[in-house]
């Protein structure tokens, strides 16, 4: 299903930035939902600005994980569905652990070999 890395810098770059945005992405949830409490719990927009700061965070996350995704040769459903399951809280945590295992040992391998 993976593809041979042929330039493991540009991938361990890729992984690097996906892992930020992953993360980034993660925490960027969390203020979401709590400005939702407050809006619809508490009648309180003290945290409306942050609905669209949210939205910008995640298309740095679709980006990151398409550029990640090409650079390792993943199928397009495999990206989709890392990027739905961002979409749940505390899923991108795990993903981004998930993710993290699996391409540094490429990463890894093919240094050495070089």
Known sequence: MSTRITNPEAVARALTFFK???????VAMFILI???VLKYGFDNDVLAWWSPVHGLIFMVLVAATTN???KVGWPLTRIGLILLG?????VAFIIEQRVAREIEPRIADKVMTA
């Open 20 to 26: 930020w945005a992953a993360i980034t992405a993660g």
């Open 68 to 70: 990640l995704g090409f």
């Open 34 to 36: 709590a400005e939702m």
């Open 86 to 90: 961002s979409c749940i809280p505390f």
